[in-house]
């Protein structure tokens, strides 16, 4: 069983910075590609970045250029580095991946962006 532990959201200014971490369990993490999405209040769930096991990265526009997706093998973990935050950001961040044949999700962090 894949657990995804999701740290480190919070409330933060306009043009702040916030890198929540994503704690892995139950995998092989270095073969998971890792994934963080992002679901606002009254929206569908979006993808914000991924990451692969070989360190592919890939981005949503709308972050390209202010986050980053690092990922730690060494602690299992993956981060979601998010730089010039703008209210719009303002969501629940979720953690996921895939491990054999099957799709896991974090509880989620929020993170809230002030104006």
């Known amino acids: 069983q894949v657990q995804l532990v999701e740290f480190g959201g919070g409330l933060v200014q306009a043009g702040g910075s916030l890198s929540p971490s994503c704690a892995a369990s139950?995998?092989?993490?270095?073969?998971?590609?890792m994934g963080w999405y992002r679901q606002a209040p009254g929206k569908q769930r979006e993808l914000v970045a991924t990451?692969?096991?070989?360190?592919?990265?890939n981005y949503a526009s709308f972050v390209k250029g202010r986050f980053t997706i690092p990922r730690d093998n060494a602690k299992n973990t993956v981060y979601l580095q998010m730089n010039s935050l703008k209210p719009e950001d303002t969501a629940v961040y979720y953690c996921?991946?895939?491990?054999?044949?099957?799709?896991?999700w974090g509880q989620g962090t929020q993170v809230t962006v002030s104006s």
């Open positions: 990451i692969t096991s070989g360190g592919d990265t």
């Open positions: 996921n991946t895939g491990w054999i044949g099957q799709d896991y």
């Open positions: 139950g995998s092989i993490f270095s073969q998971n590609n």
